[in-house]
């Protein structure tokens, strides 16, 4: 190495560690600008015009609890005028020989000329130590090279200090003043507002929402389904606003129609009802007088076919098969029992149903001269079934099982040979379980148990007459009629042969049931 040179280096190493004042050091002031997303840019500041190289590193330490990994990175910025956003006092500063004072002050180490700098990223609030790493530091990228004295610090209050970098002077607003430091201080201009050109709206997307809502409710055997169908269509616009600088926006707006459609469903709910109607004209056909002959035994079979009107359109056919047998204890005294099947099968404008039973019955007929008294016992167990539907659009199915049982008494005035009037009690039990239906949710009904018991009072007439054979008795007919206290009639023709065949018609009008019923019975005496 020449004298000249050596003599260079051994006057900044002098001014490195000895000289207070900046009279041959060039770097004089340090400083550090936001960048708004948690960067900060140093920049020192040199009184040496003119100077075109960057020399050295920065290194950026955490202090005072501020946690941050140490780096040193090479100065890689240039500026030969004051790089934007530097305030004096505020973010920019210089050395009096003992502490950092703001850029300008008349104790500090004057103008600066050139500046170099260095970006740091993922920086938060805190405290932060800096410092100056010349050529030649065993932290230097470069231990053999030598400094110059263009970027050498004057003292050691510009080569490291330990600043407080703010929040606000992290988002680029260190004066706190709302504009960005670098629109106020330095060369960067703020850009100037665009102005609109043009605004097109037009329709960008459409939507539709359906939701049903289904209301069941109930009246007079009537289930009502209240259909709403609510519509809601939503258009989505968008807006693309053009504006002098040929960049353009796009905002979206949306408005909503709603409409709304009602619909009426209805459909019958009383086939459970109507089945026990039907079945409760059965009785008539069901309960059972019993014959007056030489034999003691006699055994017979019943065999019924019926159809049935009801209201609201309801029509039936029901059949009745069955045996019993009759004995006589006293030739004034006839007692005897019965089992019958008994099917209903129900049809109406919207459902179809079914009712079995399995009948069990005893019967009595205790006769005098003057009186004479009936007595019929019935227990049946029933099995119900229905299949409904409202309007077509929802359907529903249930099952049920029920019982009933009824005591008939009738007393018999034997007024006249032909003509026997009659009155009559009859009480009754009828019970079913609950249920829930199947089917559709919306129209899906769960009902409670039924248990209802009734007294009915009767009174009619009974005339017959036999003819034919030396006795005169080979053939008989006969016709009954009654009505009772709920105005329920009915009506009662048979024929028989030596009470040995019977044909017999029946037609009861009973709580909105006309029931038709035809019997053809044998009974074999022993």
């Known amino acids: 190495m020449s004298y000249t040179k050596k003599a260079l280096a051994a006057a900044s190493a002098l001014l ?122 065993v932290e230097s990228y470069c231990t053999t090279c030598s400094p110059t004295a263009d970027w050498m610090p004057m003292d050691n209050i510009i080569r490291s200090a330990t600043v407080t970098l703010s929040a606000t002077l992290l988002s680029g607003d260190a004066n706190q003043n709302g504009i960005l430091d670098i629109y106020e201080f330095g060369t960067v201009q703020q850009p100037s507002t665009p102005t609109l050109v043009s605004s097109v709206t037009n329709p960008y997307s459409q939507s539709v929402v359906t939701t049903i809502t289904e209301t069941p409710s109930e009246a007079d055997g009537v289930q009502t389904v209240d259909r709403n169908t609510r519509t809601d269509t939503t258009t989505t616009y968008a807006t693309v606003d053009t504006y002098s600088d040929n960049s353009t926006t796009t905002a979206y707006s949306s408005s909503t129609v709603t409409t709304n459609a009602a619909d009426k469903f209805t459909g019958r709910i009383d086939q459970y009802q109507m089945l026990d109607k039907v079945g409760n004209t059965l009785r008539g056909a069901l309960n059972h007088t019993p014959s007056q002959t030489k034999e003691k035994v006699r055994v017979f079979s019943k065999n019924y076919l019926g159809w049935a009107h009801g209201d609201y359109g309801y029509y039936g056919t029901s059949t009745i098969l069955g045996t019993g047998v009759e004995i006589d204890v006293k030739p004034t005294w006839t007692i005897g029992g019965q089992y019958n099947n008994v099917s209903v099968d129900l049809t109406g404008a919207d459902s179809t149903s079914s009712l079995s039973k399995e009948h069990f019955g005893v019967f009595s007929m205790m006769r005098g001269n003057t009186l004479s008294l009936r007595t019929n016992a019935g227990y049946a167990l029933n099995k119900y079934s229905v299949s409904r539907n409202v309007a077509g659009v929802f359907n529903n199915d249930s099952a049920s099982n029920g019982q009933e049982w009824w005591v008939n008494n009738r007393l018999y005035w034997n007024a006249h040979k032909n003509i026997t009037p009659f009155v009559g009690h009859t009480v009754s039990n009828v019970c079913r379980d609950a249920f829930s239906e199947n089917g559709s949710v919306q129209s899906a009904r769960s009902v409670g148990d039924y248990n209802k018991t009734e007294n009915v009072g009767e009174v009619g007439v009974n005339v017959s007459h036999r003819f034919g054979g030396k006795k005169k008795d080979k053939f008989g007919v006969a016709l009954e009629a009654s009505v009772n206290t709920n105005t329920d009639v009915e009506v009662i023709a048979s024929v028989d042969y030596n009470q040995t065949i019977f044909i017999e018609g029946l037609h009861q009008i009973a709580d909105g049931i006309n029931n038709t019923q035809v019997a053809a019975k044998v009974k074999f005496r022993f």
């Open 16 to 137: 490195m560690g000895t000289l207070p004042t900046a009279a041959l050091a060039h770097t004089n002031s340090i400083g550090y600008v936001g960048d708004g997303q948690g960067g900060i840019t140093f920049w020192y500041g040199s009184w040496h015009g003119g100077t075109n190289f960057n020399e050295a590193e920065i290194k950026l330490e955490g202090a005072n609890g501020t946690s941050y990994t140490t780096t040193i990175n090479q100065f890689n910025l240039l500026e030969s005028s004051t790089p934007a956003g530097l305030i004096p006092g505020t973010n920019y500063f210089t050395s009096d020989g003992t502490q950092l004072v703001p850029y300008g002050d008349p104790n500090g180490g004057g103008d600066s000329y050139t500046w170099q700098g260095l970006n740091f990223t993922g920086l938060s609030a805190g405290d932060y130590t800096f410092t100056y790493i010349p050529l030649g530091d």
